[in-house]
């Protein structure tokens, strides 16, 4: 620990929209942010020199394979970053004793249930993603035990690649057409940051569910951003079965938290209004 209560953080997966936020968030502790090219976690004795020469307090990963479709045919890759790497730094941080940090998903579920997946519920991941999400977390719970597993679900943010910024980015075509079939836990990431930035402070090592409050579809999602942001463009309801995808998606993943300390995001409308502020106020 610095002074004045403030932290070493490295930050792997660094230059990713939750890994930009982060930076934000944690600007009263001295951030250490690595990306792919400066850190590869597939690759251990990458992991353990960064950790020698940085000398971190804790480590944040950020870093994922995260094309839900590609990582069907690509699963190798997909159970290098999602599986390995956690599994890497898992090692490299129980052996200097500093917690570990790990972001994972909501595609860990299997989307058959019929109220909110708490920290508790069984999982069983439908697609390749969600199976790497998953082997990721086991590692790390078997191998450091100062961990913070956190699953959240649905990011969006105005300054990143997301479904709410490309479908805005679209807003001129006459209508557009979105999923209501499938329910979750539209999250906005700077909440998101602000939320890990929080329960770093604490020792209440496990896994934590952090996501936007409330639950949508996709298309509910896309209604409230037209709808606050004054867009006109038509956002028709469809069938997931209309668009075409590799991976299996959960039909119903949205998250809730009964874990302490009890750390609650704002309600994904919130989100939606302050990523309409903002995108639109720099037109």
């Given at each position: 620990?610095?002074r004045?209560g403030?932290l070493k953080i490295?930050?792997?997966g660094a230059?990713?929209q ?6 934000i968030?944690?600007?009263?502790h ?7 090219h400066?850190?590869?976690i ?5 992991v353990r020199?960064?950790?020698?020469e940085?000398r ?5 990963n950020a870093?994922?394979f995260n094309?839900?479709d590609?990582?069907?045919s690509?699963?190798?890759e997909?159970?290098?970053v ?11 941080t ?5 917690p570990l940090?790990?972001l994972?998903?909501?595609?860990v579920f299997d989307?058959?249930a019929?109220r ?5 519920d069984?999982t ?8 790497s999400?998953l082997?990721?977390e086991?590692?790390?719970?078997s191998l450091n035990a100062?961990?913070?597993i956190?699953r959240?679900a649905?990011l969006?943010?105005e300054n990143?690649?997301?479904?709410l910024?490309s479908?805005?980015m ?5 209508e ?8 979750g836990s539209?999250?906005?990431?700077p909440?998101?940051?602000?939320a890990?930035a929080?329960?770093i402070?604490t020792d209440?090592?496990g896994t934590f569910?952090l996501?936007?409050?409330?639950a949508?579809t996709?298309w509910?999602l ?5 709808r606050?942001?004054?867009i006109?463009?038509?956002?028709v309801?469809?069938?997931?079965r209309?668009f075409?995808?590799?991976a299996?998606r959960?039909?119903?993943s949205?998250?809730t938290?009964i ?10 409308q919130?989100?939606?209004a302050?990523?309409a ?6 037109e």
């Amino acid at each position: 620990m610095l002074r004045n209560g403030t932290l070493k953080i490295l930050i792997a997966g660094a230059s990713g929209q939750l890994g930009r936020c982060l930076q934000i968030a944690l600007t009263r502790h001295e951030v250490v942010p690595l990306d792919r090219h400066t850190l590869d976690i597939t690759r251990l004795s990458q992991v353990r020199e960064a950790i020698a020469e940085y000398r971190p307090a804790t480590v944040i990963n950020a870093a994922a394979f995260n094309d839900v479709d590609r990582a069907e045919s690509q699963s190798t890759e997909a159970y290098a970053v999602n599986a390995l790497g956690p599994r890497n730094l898992a090692v490299a941080t129980a052996a200097i004793d500093i917690p570990l940090l790990h972001l994972s998903t909501d595609f860990v579920f299997d989307g058959a249930a019929i109220r909110p997946y708490n920290e508790f519920d069984r999982t069983n991941p439908l697609s390749t993603y969600g199976a790497s999400k998953l082997a990721g977390e086991n590692a790390i719970q078997s191998l450091n035990a100062r961990h913070f597993i956190v699953r959240t679900a649905w990011l969006f943010w105005e300054n990143g690649a997301n479904f709410l910024h490309s479908m805005y980015m679209r807003s001129s075509q006459p209508e557009l057409r979105a999923v209501s079939d499938q329910c979750g836990s539209p999250t906005y990431v700077p909440h998101l940051a602000a939320a890990i930035a929080r329960l770093i402070a604490t020792d209440s090592y496990g896994t934590f569910h952090l996501a936007g409050g409330g639950a949508a579809t996709r298309w509910e999602l896309l209604c409230e951003l037209f709808r606050v942001a004054g867009i006109p463009t038509p956002v028709v309801p469809a069938s997931h079965r209309e668009f075409s995808a590799a991976a299996k998606r959960p039909a119903y993943s949205v998250l809730t938290s009964i874990q302490d300390p009890r750390i609650e995001l704002p309600p994904w409308q919130q989100g939606v209004a302050e990523f309409a502020f903002n995108v639109t106020s720099r037109e």
